[in-house]
């Protein structure tokens, strides 16, 4: 099984409290199975750039940089084509249906989706209307 690390779940462990949780699904999870969105590395950008701690914010600017995206790398996946149009699709029904969805979630649900990838999150609701698969290290 091949994983799409959600935000949340990337973040986790520069957190004042790391979840314990999430730091037993890391040690059991293999890295070289485990994918990142470029959206979530925009994510966390946006984060710090609203920190109010600029010691922790260079910290984790400094972990994103020469940690997250140098071991991730070419497992780091981009917003493609075919991501697009599946995210256009998918979040067009939901329209239709009255469930309108925010823009970053739908390009993360259709990411794992085009890659079939299971999504490592907390934030499990965010993604009930996709047929995304979900694990939830935080239970």
């Not at 199975?33 to 946006?46: A, D, F, P, Q």
């Not at 990411?111 to 209307?129: E, G, K, Q, W, Y």
Request: hydrophobic share 45%.
């Amino acid at each position: 099984m091949s994983f799409l690390l959600d935000t949340c779940t990337l973040s986790d462990p520069t957190s004042l409290r790391p979840n314990a949780g999430v730091r037993d699904w890391y040690s059991r999870a293999s890295e070289a199975s485990s994918y990142v969105s470029v959206l979530s590395i925009g994510e966390i950008r946006k984060g710090l750039a609203k920190l109010g701690d600029a010691q922790r914010a260079t910290r984790i600017a400094t972990w994103l940089e020469r940690d997250l995206i140098a071991r991730f790398g070419p497992r780091i996946l981009d917003v493609d084509r075919e991501v697009a149009t599946l995210w256009g699709t998918l979040c067009g029904q939901l329209l239709l249906r009255g469930r309108p969805q925010p823009v970053v979630d739908g390009l993360i649900a259709a990411t794992a989706l085009v890659h079939d990838l299971t999504l490592v999150t907390r934030n499990v609701s965010d993604f009930r209307d996709f047929d995304v698969k979900v694990i939830n290290p935080w239970l």
